[in-house]
């Protein structure tokens, strides 16, 4: 399994990072592609429990939100947001008449769906707009790998304590912890390779301090996204939310963490900038 994991991630990371550097509708077209496929599965986990979300609505709901993300920028989110929640509850309020018995549910399932996936999910291509933005996009995502990986690796050799037996019997608090030291060292080296790669064309705030800060609250709060998600899936007796990815499982298997990555790296940079 790990060295499946391993080969997949081999031939795919060149294409990410080509697609980061490239920016515009080709990075677009990559996350759109993931958060599209992972409310898929977001939908599908909660159909296994007998809800009715509208899958979909759900799948043009997240497209058109990190579209106009890209296009319009935060100016399109709040009157997108509003339309597609009267779409949602105009399709459920029908599915009812047709004889569904719990659309109330269904619909908050569906709107869930979109806004998880969606509104989060919008914020990696806020981080590549903004200025220097591929150097912190490049920065992010390697550091949630590095953390993730040095969280098993730690825990693996050296867990002990469990950290959540209910979510994820597998994470304990020594790889937590150690995913924590990851993520900040390797945030520190990653922007120190920056440093001397780019030349000056780094952004004000990329320093290696900033970078081992934002190592820290990524490798600290991102997890949460991946126990979430656990949640999803331990509710719908479900290993993987897919099968996407060989050794992997499903795309919201994958960026369970980016999502909130994303959110949480664009304000640390507006914060540093």
Do not use: C, N
Request: net charge positive.
């Amino acid at each position: 399994m790990l060295k499946q994991r391993v080969l997949v991630a081999l031939i795919l990371l060149p294409v990410g990072i080509a697609l980061i550097l490239w920016g515009g509708l080709a990075y677009l077209a990559m996350v759109a592609f993931f958060m599209a496929i992972a409310v898929w599965e977001y939908a599908h986990l909660f159909a296994r429990l007998g809800r009715r979300p509208a899958a979909g609505l759900m799948v043009l709901g997240v497209l058109a939100l990190v579209g106009a993300r890209y296009w319009l920028g935060f100016r399109g989110t709040a009157p997108l947001v509003v339309a597609l929640m009267l779409l949602l509850l105009l399709y459920h309020m029908a599915d009812y008449a047709r004889g569904a018995d719990e659309s109330g549910t269904d619909f908050a399932v569906s709107l869930s769906g979109v806004l998880y996936l969606g509104l989060l999910g919008a914020y990696m291509i806020s981080l590549r707009q903004l200025p220097g933005g591929v150097w912190w996009v490049l920065l992010t995502l390697p550091t949630i790998w590095l953390a993730d990986s040095g969280a098993y690796f730690i825990g693996r050799a050296w867990g002990r304590h469990k950290l959540s037996p209910r979510l994820s019997p597998k994470k304990t608090w020594e790889g937590y912890l150690g995913g924590i030291l990851t993520g900040v060292a390797g945030a520190a080296l990653l922007a120190w390779g920056m440093t001397a790669l780019g030349k000056g064309a780094l952004p004000a705030g990329l320093t290696p301090s900033s970078a081992a800060a934002l190592g820290l609250l990524l490798s600290a709060l991102a997890p949460l996204g991946d126990l979430a998600e656990s949640m999803f899936k331990r509710q719908a007796a479900q290993k993987d939310s897919g099968h996407l990815l060989p050794g992997h499982g499903g795309a919201f298997d994958r960026i369970d963490s980016w999502l909130w990555a994303g959110v949480l790296a664009y304000y640390f940079v507006l914060l540093v900038s």
